[in-house]
């Protein structure tokens, strides 16, 4: 079944970008983009010096600044004397984060270096991927946000108060001009990580994929924005502890909940109307209701509703593409209907019919959804983005409704688990759906990973190795008798991680400055990572790009999802290239790399904010209360 294992790293077929050179082209060429706002080509304008230089972390560069600039910058007595490389930052920081006791103390000092220097956080998480994505994100995070109010030491990001909504435009507008930012991550904190309601510790959620923007696609870290709505909230530890930083009051809902999104989003969009807009980890009666309500209007996202069902989506594309059957024939079902299991069911749907050029209500007809009770019917209670799948009870009088009845009775080549019931994907479910399928493409995508519906190393087993396998957290590669003639071959399982699809379909959004994010954006986007699929190069291989190749497969996604935007007629931005070639140019001459480009001396007078040092310093703008009433 298998066979021998080439090289098939992305670097061999995908123009990686070195960061190991401050110049994108030779000295002696100009880039064929280097004009455009957001180039980061050549030198970085700076109007100012000493301390307030170094207290700037997009300026400040330690003792890497280079005697020229020591010297410029009025930086002489303020460094050590010896002049060191960012490669030497690098290995120093690394040893002092290697010495920490524990991941929440790495992420701890993580969060320092990122406070101090830009530069050398972001290099240092981009040489040691693999190592830190998870104590920068999932699940390191989610225990820094629990212990946000005990470990907290300086503010980061807006806090919007639902007993100040009239202050809610004024807060924001503190933070920047119109075309000061182009990013901005909001979270009601209500569901946080699979940890639940955290209150306004979820600012740390909007903080950590912001880092994941930057880290994963670019984007300018100096231009975004991370938000936290305070609604209160329903944690009884939060509402106890006296440390707690924030409303001690349980969670607000109804009208006056609605009235402070609105009025956010509303002066979001009026402040910043180059934003791209990015909800996260809202609780399930609200997320899909917010981003229905918003999306025809605004460009936004839900990586929870949207992310996880494009990123799932991918996998299934690239696994029926190893298994050589079609989209437009496969037959899906969903075990956990909740958030992410309806917005897998969404991008699967949307999917299958534009493929086969019919109604999303006939692609649902492919999809069956099962939670608790069993298959959803209509005879089951129902929420609205539940319904459209709903089979009809009539047709299941009779039968059972169980996970092992429908898929005997239906037959699916795809199995997706978001129940967060450990192991319920059993050998005998496994064995029957495989029984009809020869390649079963077998998601369980629970988190954490003692959640998971199934470990890959039973479904390859239960299956001979047949399986077609990603997870939702990291699995180690499986061993077993299943090449030529019973060899032993390894198999490497993927895992669906959001960060490969979520940040290069903001970075395109944000470049082409889309006035939507639509549903051809999202196909397109998913076709992209798809289409980098290991797996196409060699079964063994893992279904989804690993984050070690992020950038590059985001350079791929943004050029997909840009192409999408024009042909929908959304773009706002002009010029944007024709030529692919060109496209992936202009896309890389406007990505934020972790190099130090070198500073170049202005007068403070007509020096924009950014060389001022003034981008996401609040308290830089002058009679900001005029500019909200002038708004």
């Known amino acids: 079944m298998y066979l021998a294992r080439p090289l098939r790293s992305l670097g061999l077929y995908l123009h990686h970008r070195s960061f190991h050179s401050t110049a994108k082209m030779s000295a002696n060429t100009k880039p064929k983009f280097s004009h455009l706002p957001l180039s980061t080509s050549g030198p970085i304008e700076c109007a100012v010096s000493g301390t307030v230089l170094l207290n700037t972390p997009y300026f400040?560069?330690?003792?890497?600044?280079?005697?020229?600039?020591?010297?410029?910058?009025?930086?002489?007595?303020?460094?050590?004397?010896?002049?060191q490389t960012l490669q030497q930052q690098v290995d120093r920081a690394y040893e002092q984060y290697s010495s920490r006791p524990d991941d929440l103390a790495k992420n701890t000092f993580l969060t320092s270096v990122k406070e101090q220097n830009l530069v050398l956080y972001f290099r240092l998480l981009h040489?040691?991927?693999?190592?830190?994505?998870?104590?920068?994100?999932?699940?390191?995070?989610?225990?820094?946000?629990?212990?946000?109010?005990?470990?907290f030491r300086r503010p980061e990001g807006c806090f919007l108060n639902i007993n100040d909504i009239d202050r809610v435009s004024h807060d924001l507008a503190q933070w920047g001009k119109p075309e000061d930012i182009d990013y901005i991550v909001v979270t009601d904190?209500?569901?946080?990580?699979?940890?639940?309601?955290?209150?306004?510790?979820?600012?740390?959620?909007?903080?950590?994929?912001?880092?994941?923007?930057?880290?994963?696609?670019?984007?300018?870290?100096?231009?975004?924005?991370?938000?936290?709505?305070?609604?209160?909230?329903?944690?009884e530890k939060l509402l106890n502890d006296e440390l707690y930083l924030g409303l001690r009051q349980k969670r607000e809902r109804g009208e006056k909940y609605d009235k402070l999104v609105d009025e956010f989003?509303?002066?979001?969009?009026?402040?910043?109307?180059?934003?791209?807009?990015?909800?996260?980890?809202f609780g399930l009666t609200n997320a899909r209701r917010i981003l229905d309500h918003y999306r025809p209007e605004i460009p936004c996202f839900n990586d929870d509703v949207q992310g996880t069902g494009c990123v799932t989506l991918a996998a299934i594309m690239a696994g029926l593409h190893v298994s050589k059957q079609?989209?437009?024939?496969?037959?899906?079902?969903?075990?956990?209907?909740?958030?992410?299991?309806?917005?897998?069911?969404?991008?699967?749907?949307?999917?299958?019919?534009?493929?086969?050029?019919?109604?999303?209500?006939?692609?649902?007809?492919?999809?069956?959804?099962?939670?608790?009770?069993g298959l959803?019917?209509?005879?089951?209670?129902?929420?609205?983005?539940?319904?459209?799948?709903?089979?009809?009870?009539?047709?299941?009088?009779?039968?059972?409704?169980?996970?092992?009845?429908?898929?005997?009775?239906?037959?699916?080549?795809?199995?997706?688990?978001?129940?967060?019931?450990?192991?319920?994907?059993?050998?005998?479910?496994?064995?029957?759906?495989?029984k009809h399928t020869e390649r079963p493409v077998i998601l369980p995508l629970s988190n954490p990973t003692r959640l998971h519906e199934a470990v890959p190393e039973d479904l390859l087993k239960w299956t001979d190795g047949r399986a077609l396998v990603a997870t939702g957290s990291p699995f180690d590669p499986v061993k077993g008798p299943w090449g030529a003639d019973g060899s032993e071959v390894e198999i490497e399982v993927a895992e669906c991680n959001n960060s490969v699809v979520f940040p290069g379909i903001g970075l395109g959004s944000v470049l082409s400055r889309a006035s939507q994010v639509t549903d051809k954006m999202l196909v397109a986007a998913v076709r992209g990572v798809a289409d980098l699929s290991p797996?196409?190069?060699?079964?063994?291989?893992?279904?989804?790009?690993?984050?070690?190749?992020?950038?590059?497969?985001?350079?791929?996604?943004?050029?997909?999802?840009?192409?999408?935007?024009?042909?929908?007629?959304?773009?706002?931005?002009?010029?944007?290239?024709?030529?692919?070639?060109?496209?992936?140019?202009?896309?890389?001459?406007?990505?934020?790399?972790?190099?130090?480009?070198?500073?170049?001396?202005?007068?403070?007078?007509?020096?924009?904010?950014?060389?001022?040092?003034?981008?996401?310093?609040?308290?830089?703008?002058?009679?900001?209360?005029?500019?909200?009433?002038r708004e």
């Open 127 to 151: 040489d040691h991927m693999k190592e830190m994505f998870s104590v920068v994100y999932t699940p390191t995070e989610g225990d820094a946000i629990q212990n946000y109010s005990r470990l």
């Open 535 to 629: 797996a196409l190069q060699d079964d063994t291989a893992p279904l989804l790009p690993g984050v070690e190749d992020v950038r590059a497969v985001s350079v791929r996604v943004a050029r997909e999802v840009i192409l999408a935007a024009v042909d929908d007629g959304v773009v706002t931005e002009t010029d944007i290239p024709a030529d692919k070639q060109d496209l992936d140019e202009w896309i890389r001459e406007q990505m934020w790399d972790p190099v130090y480009r070198p500073l170049k001396r202005v007068e403070p007078a007509g020096a924009s904010r950014a060389a001022k040092a003034e981008l996401k310093v609040v308290g830089s703008l002058e009679k900001v209360r005029e500019k909200v009433a």
């Open 265 to 281: 989003v509303k002066s979001a969009r009026k402040l910043f109307p180059r934003a791209y807009i990015h909800f996260e980890d």
């Open 60 to 83: 400040n560069r330690g003792s890497a600044h280079s005697a020229e600039e020591r010297r410029e910058f009025n930086l002489t007595g303020l460094l050590p004397s010896s002049i």
């Open 376 to 434: 959803l019917t209509t005879e089951s209670e129902l929420d609205q983005g539940q319904k459209t799948f709903a089979k009809d009870a009539s047709d299941w009088d009779g039968k059972e409704r169980s996970l092992l009845s429908v898929i005997h009775e239906v037959h699916p080549n795809v199995l997706i688990g978001t129940s967060t019931v450990p192991k319920a994907f059993t050998e005998e479910i496994v064995k029957e759906m495989a």
């Open 189 to 235: 904190g209500e569901e946080i990580l699979g940890i639940g309601d955290q209150g306004a510790g979820g600012i740390l959620i909007s903080v950590a994929k912001l880092v994941l923007t930057t880290l994963c696609a670019g984007i300018h870290p100096n231009r975004t924005l991370p938000v936290v709505l305070d609604c209160g909230t329903d944690n």
């Open 326 to 373: 079609k989209l437009r024939d496969t037959k899906v079902i969903i075990f956990g209907a909740g958030t992410a299991g309806v917005g897998i069911a969404d991008q699967v749907r949307d999917a299958i019919a534009t493929e086969k050029g019919i109604s999303k209500g006939e692609a649902a007809k492919q999809i069956w959804l099962i939670d608790k009770p």
